[in-house]
Each structure stands twice: as structure tokens, then as C-alpha cells.
């Protein structure tokens, strides 16, 4: 998905995320927190107080909240899931589908569920809001968002911007873009900003001469897209496309990661959950890192609304967001955090930096030790893959 993603209120994360995908999937996703059948653990609010399922052979339930619909973008959680990974450490994880309608953020916030995934900005906006969310793992060691343009616009760079029509979702999607264009010496109020659609459909019909995209989702639109001048699918080489990750940029924030509310983990035995659960998630996102296929055809038969080459692609684009992970998957890289923090102060995303408890490293550490040095946790040598997309996404 983009995902569920931005800084929206969170319900807009997930339309961030929509179109076909959207870091999310496809605009006709549930409107309820629908169970993924992950599992059968009990659809209310997970208990406060878990029973400790080593003593007595019982699971514990635990409810894990996405941001948007069955996509690759969450093939870790699925693949953790399908190989066995929570239960092998006495867990009985639900998966909670996002969509257009569920505030992801909220619904872990009020105990709907008990742990999360979203951007860090929408969770950190949520916990200025009066929540006591933490992050407890971050999950995307870089930024998937993305400005693509045409080659016939010349847009190489956020400089070359200027005087363009320019679009974005705005909404609280626009910080790395405007702080972007004023790196660059320009104004984001003075320059053609333009709202744009969840999809590429602006950027396709002329109407924007650059568009924002997340690189597992909408920009796959456009290679999806046929080119009326040759009859062909768009090509990579048709676009220029500028990463906020560059170090020419330099604009990127954290995006994707993992948080529960401070009550929760100071329940009962459940900092412990927390950290099982983050040991065989990090498993699953290394299983999907080596077995990408495999876990393509897992969120497949998860009832994707998206077509198999659009979800080989994303699991591609996803792979290279996580890895590699220099301290470890999901450790959150202090540098990048406080490069968030500037960016969304500076855009309003926050009124102010959040105080030094809105995020803790000490159980995903826990968790990587857990795993042992015999498993890669960082992905050192990790490349992308070729991934041919179709018409459609099919």
C-alpha cells in the first residue's frame, strides 16, 4: 500500500494507499476490520493479561492490525503466519484487514487490536493527539514514495519542478515534497501544486507533468499502463523519477513500522507478546526476502484484489525498503528518525518532536538476539530482483 500510510489521519493513510493499491489495495476493500483467518483467536479486544502459553500449552491470542488490504506489502505478517512462526513461540495471531474506512491507527489506540502497523508520522500525530502509541520496531529502513514524471518533462530533480504542475495527495502526503522543493530554493505556496488522485491517472493523461507515487505501487501503475505512441506497456526508461532518499534530496521519512499503546505492554506479561511477536515477524520478513515468490503466492490466496505480476512487483519494491537493515530489522535508525521528526515539525505534521518514550528499541532488540547470529537479520547483500509486470497488473 502506500500504505495506509500517510500522514493523514489515518484513515487517509489508507486511501493514501489506495488505488489499486494505494499502498493498499483496491478501492473496493472491506469496510470492516475483517479477520485475514490468520487464525481463530477471539475477535474481541485481546486480553490485557495473556496467559503464558509455555506453561500450559495454550496459545495466546494476540490481534495485529494492518493498514490496508491482503498485499505485499504486509507478505511478512502473512508469512509468518503460513510458515508457523507465532505459533512456534506460543502465539495465535489474528490479521486484521485495513480499508478506506478503518482508522488503523485508532483501532489499536482503543484496543481494538493489540499491536499495529502504520507510518511512523500518522502514529506519532495520533500519540500528540492524546494516545499513548509506541513504536516498538520500524520495519522500512527507507522511504517507498515517490515523484514520476514523463522523460518529455525533464524532471530530474525537485529544482526542475519549478513552474511545473505538480501533483500530490496532499492531505498530510506532501511533507517530503515540499521539503524537497525548499531544499531546492523554491515555494511550495508559490509553485502549481496540484491535488491528485489516488492513481496515476493524472500523470497518464497529460493533466500532471509529475506525480507522486509509491514506488511498490502507483509508479507499477504506470508500467502497467499501455503507451499509446508504440502499443507497448510504459517502460522504466520512459520516466524520470526523483527518490527522496537520495542523498541529492535528502527529504525521506520513516514510514512503515510496528507500535502498541504504552498500557498495553506494561500489562501483564505482555512486553514479552510484544517481543515474540516482533521475533517471528522479523522471521517472516526474512523468509520473504529469500523466498519472494513463495510469498507472493501466499497473499495471493489471501483473496488480493490485486493481480499477481502487480504483487511481484510490490514484493520486490518492499523487500528493497527493508533491506538491507545495517543495525538489524527493525531497529530504528536514530539519523532517519530525527530527519522525520525535522520534516514533520516543519510541516505541520506534529505542532512539536515527540517526547524520547514515543518509540523504544530495547524489545526488538530482544528479539533479534532471540533469533540468533545464524540468521541474516541485516540482508547485507540483499539485490532486487527483475519483476515483469502485465497489462493490469495481471
Not at 512487483?313 to 527493525?330: D, K, R, T
Amino acid at each position: 500500500m502506500r500504505g495506509s500510510r500517510k500522514f493523514l489521519a489515518l484513515t487517509a493513510v489508507a486511501a493514501v494507499l489506495v488505488a489499486a493499491c494505494s499502498s493498499s489495495g483496491s478501492s473496493s476493500a472491506p469496510t470492516s476490520a475483517a479477520s485475514s483467518a490468520a487464525s481463530t483467536a477471539p475477535s474481541s479486544a485481546a486480553s490485557s493479561a495473556p496467559s503464558t502459553a509455555a506453561s500450559t500449552g495454550a496459545l495466546t491470542p494476540v490481534k495485529f492490525q494492518l493498514q490496508w488490504v491482503a498485499q505485499s506489502q504486509f507478505a511478512g505478517y502473512y508469512a509468518a503466519v503460513d510458515q508457523g512462526y507465532y505459533k512456534d513461540l506460543g502465539l495465535d495471531v489474528t490479521l486484521l484487514l485495513g480499508g478506506p474506512n478503518i482508522n488503523n491507527v485508532q483501532v489499536v489506540a482503543t484496543g481494538g487490536a493489540d499491536i499495529g502497523t502504520a507510518w511512523l508520522p500518522n502514529m506519532l500525530q495520533s500519540r500528540e493527539g492524546g494516545t499513548d502509541l509506541v513504536s516498538i520496531a520500524q520495519i522500512f529502513q527507507r522511504s517507498g514514495t515517490r515523484m514520476a514524471g514523463f522523460k518529455a518533462a525533464n524532471i530530474t530533480s525537485p529544482a526542475t519542478m519549478a513552474g511545473k504542475k505538480v501533483g500530490s495527495w496532499l492531505g498530510g502526503n506532501e511533507p517530503e515534497l515540499f521539503a524537497a522543493l525548499t531544499k531546492a530554493g523554491l515555494d511550495p505556496t508559490k509553485e502549481n501544486i496540484i491535488k491528485q488522485n489516488f492513481d496515476m491517472s493524472g500523470l497518464l493523461k497529460g493533466d500532471l507533468d509529475v506525480a507522486q507515487a509509491m514506488i511498490y505501487n502507483e509508479y507499477a501503475q504506470v508500467l502497467e499502463a499501455k503507451n499509446p505512441a508504440t502499443g507497448n506497456l510504459y517502460q522504466p526508461a520512459d520516466l524520470n523519477v526523483v527518490d527522496f532518499n537520495d542523498a541529492s534530496v535528502g527529504t525521506a521519512m520513516l514510514q512503515d513500522q510496528i507500535f502498541a499503546t504504552d498500557k498495553w505492554l506494561k500489562t501483564g506479561n505482555n512486553a514479552d507478546v510484544a517481543t515474540k511477536f516482533l521475533q517471528a515477524t522479523f522471521k517472516g520478513w526474512i523468509f520473504c526476502r529469500d523466498n519472494a515468490q513463495k510469498c507472493v503466492d501466499i497473499v495471493l490466496a489471501k483473496g488480493s484484489q490485486l493481480g499477481a505480476s502487480h504483487q511481484a512487483w510490490q514484493m520486490n519494491e518492499i523487500n528493497a525498503l527493508i533491506w538491507p537493515s545495517p543495525a538489524g530489522v527493525g531497529l530504528l535508525d536514530k539519523t532517519l528518525y530525527d530527519q522525520t521528526i525535522q520534516i514533520a515539525t516543519t510541516y505541520k505534521v506534529l505542532k512539536a518532536a515527540p517526547s524520547a518514550d514515543a518509540t523504544r528499541t530495547d524489545l526488538a532488540q530482544k528479539a533479534l538476539d532471540a533469533l540468533g547470529t545464524s540468521v541474516d537479520t541485516k540482508g547485507a547483500s540483499f539485490q532486487k530482483g527483475t519483476v515483469t509486470l502485465n497489462a493490469g497488473g495481471n
